[in-house]
Nanobody, 117 residues
Framework: QVQLVESGGGLVQPGGSLRLSCAAS????????MGWYRQAPGKEREMVAR???????NYADSVKGRFTISRDITKNTVYLQMNSLEPEDTAVYYC???????????WGKGTLVTVSS
């Protein structure tokens, strides 16, 4: 059973930064894609950033130039560096991974990011 554990959320002022981490129980080279999604109160879950096994990056238009997704294969961890945070970035952030072994998507339990003064 694949497990994804997020960390790094918290309360930050507008304009501030946070770095989220997603630690996987399996080697991340066994995932086709890994990424970050978020869900704000009353809204649908949306993709924030993704990285493919080959290193192709995708970002939501709303975070381009502010957020950066990266990975450390030796630590089986994917990161989301979030800069210039805005109140609209407030949401629960979820780690997602598509595992090649069983062709399924797996999700973490989420970490709350609150941007407020």
């Amino acid at each position: 059973q694949v497990q994804l554990v997020e960390s790094g959320g918290g309360l930050v002022q507008p304009g501030g930064s946070l770095r989220l981490s997603c630690a996987a129980s399996e080697s991340i080279i066994r995932f086709t894609t890994m990424g970050w999604y978020r869900q704000a109160p009353g809204k649908e879950r949306e993709m924030v950033a993704r990285i493919s096994l080959g290193g192709v990056l995708n970002y939501a238009d709303s975070v381009k130039g502010r957020f950066t997704i990266s990975r450390d294969i030796t630590k089986n961890t994917v990161y989301l560096q979030m800069n210039s945070l805005e109140p609209e970035d407030t949401a629960v952030y979820y780690c997602n991974a598509h595992w090649r072994v069983d062709d399924r998507d797996y999700w973490g339990k989420g970490t709350l990011v609150t941007v407020s003064s």
